[in-house]
C-alpha cells in the first residue's frame, strides 16, 4: 500500500470515528486535524484542551473494537496536540485520539 492510499484510510478513520464504539464502552474521541507521513513515522494532530491528558490509539479493524494504545499520554498545552506513530509496515490502521482516564 502506498503512503497516499495510508493517508486516504487514516483520514477516513477520522471521519467515522462518532458512528464508531467498542464494545465494553464508548470513548469519545478527539477530532483529528492533520496527518503527515514523514520519512520512516506517522504524526497525528488533533484538537486538544489545556491542561486535559490525551492519549493516541490505533486499529486495523473499526469492526472488532479492539484499540491499541500508541507510545505515551501527553497533556496538552495548548488547542493542539500531537503524535508520532513508526511506519512498521504497509498494512493500514485507523488512529483516534481520546482523554486519557
Given at each position: 500500500m502506498n503512503?497516499?492510499?495510508?493517508?486516504?484510510?487514516?483520514?477516513?478513520a477520522?471521519?467515522?470515528?462518532?458512528?464508531c464504539?467498542?464494545?465494553q464502552r464508548?470513548v469519545?474521541?478527539?477530532?483529528?486535524?492533520e496527518?503527515?507521513?514523514?520519512?520512516?513515522?506517522?504524526?497525528?494532530s488533533?484538537?486538544?484542551?489545556?491542561?486535559?491528558?490525551?492519549?493516541?490509539q490505533?486499529?486495523e479493524?473499526?469492526v472488532?473494537?479492539?484499540?491499541q494504545?500508541?507510545?505515551?499520554?501527553?497533556?496538552?498545552?495548548?488547542?493542539?496536540?500531537?503524535?508520532?506513530?513508526?511506519?512498521?509496515?504497509?498494512?493500514a490502521?485507523?488512529?483516534?485520539?481520546?482523554?486519557?482516564?
Amino acid at each position: 500500500m502506498n503512503q497516499a492510499s495510508q493517508l486516504t484510510l487514516i483520514l477516513a478513520a477520522s471521519l467515522l470515528m462518532c458512528a464508531c464504539s467498542t464494545t465494553q464502552r464508548h470513548v469519545p474521541a478527539r477530532r483529528i486535524v492533520e496527518v503527515n507521513i514523514v520519512g520512516d513515522e506517522t504524526r497525528i494532530s488533533g484538537r486538544s484542551e489545556p491542561g486535559k491528558t490525551y492519549k493516541l490509539q490505533k486499529t486495523e479493524n473499526l469492526v472488532s473494537g479492539k484499540w491499541q494504545d500508541v507510545g505515551n499520554t501527553v497533556t496538552a498545552s495548548a488547542d493542539r496536540i500531537s503524535f508520532t506513530d513508526p511506519v512498521s509496515s504497509n498494512r493500514a490502521c485507523f488512529y483516534r485520539i481520546i482523554v486519557a482516564e
